[in-house]
Structures are given as C-alpha cells and as structure tokens.
C-alpha cells in the first residue's frame, strides 16, 4: 500500500492542477477559481470585481478571462478561460461529516496552498442555499478554491470562515449556478 | 483514478473510517437545550442519564434535550459540580455510548462529535496533545488525569463526546476548565465515571470551604523563622466573607495563612489539596501571621457552595 502521506501528496496535485489564481480588475482583488469544465473557471464572485479579470492556470499561463455570469447572493462567478486543461472530477455525493478534504488555493498569494481537516457538518441558513463547513484553516486568497475529498473530486468552492470554520458551497447548487449560467 | 469500492487506498480507507466513526458515536450525542442561543453538546452515557459540561446549563428549569434522531425529551438535572465541569442528567431516551477499553496516548488522532441542534451532528478532528494529572482545576477539583488536544475549539462542543477512530468515547470535551483560556480539554472516561456516580448518588461533590478569597505572598525572613519548618510564603487574605467559616472564626482581610492542619500553604492550590470532602464538618487549625504576630485559629470546614 502506497504510504498515506505520498497518497495525499498525489491528490494535492491532481486538484492543485485544476486550481487557478484570479486576480480582480481592481488593485489588490485577488483569490482562487477552480477550472470547472473545459474552458470554464468557477471562483467567488466577490474575488471578481469587473466584466473581466485575470486568469493563470497551473501550467503557469496567464488569461484574460472573460465574466461569463455572476450571482451575488450565492458569491460565485463564471469565467472563460482558453485552456486546454481537463477540469477535475466533481463528487457526485455530500462528503459524510468526518471524512477527510483538502482545500487548495493562493492564500496571500502563495500560489496553489494545500490544506487538510474534515468536513465538520452542513449549514442550512434561512435564506440561500445550504454550506458546508470543514474543519480546516481557510485565508484571504483561498477564495473560490476547491474543496476536495480524498480521491481528488472536488465536493465544492470555499467562499470564507465562519466561526472558525471553512465554509463552502456544495458542488450541487455550483453545478445548478453554472447549467443556469453556461 | 477512481478506486474501486473493493480495493480503496489508504486515505479513502482513513476518510470512511473516520466518516463511520462519527456516525456510529453520534447516536448517542445529544443536544442539551439548557440556555439561550446555541445549545451545548452531551452524552448518553448510561441509560437515561446525559452528560454534559455544567458551565453550559445556565438554567435547571425546562431542559430539554435533542436526541439523535430529532426528538426532543424533557431532562431534570440529577446533580452538578462546578470544580470538573460536569453535570448529570436523567431523561427517558434509549441508548448508551460506547466506552474504549485502553486509554488514549499522546499523538492519537481523536475527534470530537457535537449536537448544537436540530441540523444534525458535526465533528472535529485532531490529536491528542498531552495528558497531564494529577491536576487540580481552578475550582478546586482534583481530576486524576486530563486529556490536552491540538484540535480547533467550536461553538457548543463543551459537553460532546471524545472519541478514538473506531468511534468509541475516551472522554468528555470542555472549554470550562481553562478559566478563560482557549484550551482544548477532555475529562478521560475513569475521572467522568467518578463523578457521575458521586452526582448520581448524593446531587453533588461536597469539597472543603473557608470563604476567603486567598493569594501566595512572600514571608519576610524575619518572619518565615518564627514557624518550623521556616515557611518562606504564605496565603494572604484578600477578601473574608464575614459569615462563612473562617470569618466566622475571626479570619481578617490581611491575615496571612502559613499552615492548614499542620501542612504548609504555599499556593492556594496546597489548600485546595487540604479540602478534600472528607474535611467538610471537620475542625482544623490554621497558623500564620496578623500584622506580624503570630496567628492561631480554629475553623469548622463548611461546604463549597456549588457555583
């Protein structure tokens, strides 16, 4: 059996390779995306501040992306990107609270920042669509990352902490917002 | 590279097994609606008696408790102690938790397993960090031994279960006993155990009461001579509560304590350690120094008052 710890190792990569870095219009905006189908990034629609930003995949090409959709009241954007990058397998199911993920992103502008915890539960707020929460320490720049589980399929989009808390939006209202929007 | 469900790698095989450790020892955490706001977290930990951290319950009337699968039961409060942080419960609802055989080790990996409400359970994750004992808490309490964990600490975990990978219960988490600081505690299963059964008997853990507020001061050299062995420091009374048991012995604010039944006081938590419930009713005689004269006073233990 491969050690556990090259086994995280292996996945890191795979969903650093589908993590990009957006930077915002405006000086200083600047957070994560996740390439979420060929040609199209998702990331926070608070990291995006115009009708187009920019855009460097994992191979270290830089985009000018253009915004394809915004939702503010979820917090996510779409952006077209011309790559040629494959985008990641998305999790088909909730992740089981305790089971293990890893968020990547560019916290502070360290470009493609692994972190790992748990899923911690899932938050119904009132209004808007239901979150879930891991615990893992998320930093400004994560924004619009993935939110991975242990085969690399991405469960969701990171968007902030709350309470000491990761907070993400789950996979399934992602997808809805990109069907709507794509 | 989608494994297979017959052939999972190593980090799929933890992920499960820490999913189904979570699952499995929530059917026995409740929510304890005991104040307002978020509720606390709790344990069924025998049948028909809950257990959860006293520093959450700030009523005893209308409790009410979430169990697992959503019901809520009413719950009266079988006894509290302030000194470890625990209170126990007794409510109509079926289920206990499972207990691990051996004891945790330092570097264990551990999860937490709260029930803040009705949105179902939630976990952490982390390790276990140090055990430390025997330790005496800030109130007072002598615990055999405490679990220290590097784990992050979240709203309404007080209370919740901690549990090993195979999701069986090793302890009891609490935010109460740091006295304001964020620590991550676990009382282990043995020292929860002691309790319960002393709540479960009597409603409460009687401990030794002077009604002074105490701190170590230094004795001056001249001073420390006149007692023997020379005691180099001593508690000085801060505050006297003129009707409990030192005051009514004639204990003024100033006094200096040097010695309790015989034993030297350097820290308050020498005094703590003289006050066990044996003492409770007991006359002892307390030495030390009023202005520099030599003290001697005979005081009648009373009992803790129980916040």
Known sequence: MIPITTELAGIAARVRAATVQVQGRRRGTWGSGVLWRPGVVVTNAHVVTGRSARVETADGTVHDARLLATDEGQDLALLAVSTELPPPALARDEPRVGALVVAVGNPLGLSGAVTAGIVHGRLTPRRGPPIILADLQLLPGNSGGPLADVLGRVVGVNTMMVRGLAAAIPCEVVERFVERAA | MPASASRKTGLEQLSDDLAAAVERAAQTVVAVNGRPRIAASGVLWRAGVVVTAHHTLRREEDLTVTLADNRTVPATVAGRDGATDLAVLKLDAPGSAEFADGAVKVGHLVLQVGRTGS??????????????????????????????????????????????????????NTSGLGRGVALALALPVPVVNRVVDGLLAKGRIARGYLGVGLQAVEVPAALAAKFAPPARSGLIALTVDADGPAGRAGLQLGDVIVTVAGQPVADVRDLFALLGPERVGATVVLTGLRGGAPLELKVTVGERPTQ
């Open chain 2, 119 to 172: 949105a179902g359970h939630s976990a952490s994750l982390g390790l276990v960090g140090a055990i430390v004992g025997p330790w005496r808490t800030w109130r007072g309490g002598e615990i055999e031994s405490l679990i220290q964990l590097d784990l992050a600490i979240h709203d309404g975990f007080s209370g919740s279960p901690l549990i090993d990978t195979s999701g069986k219960v090793v302890g009891l």
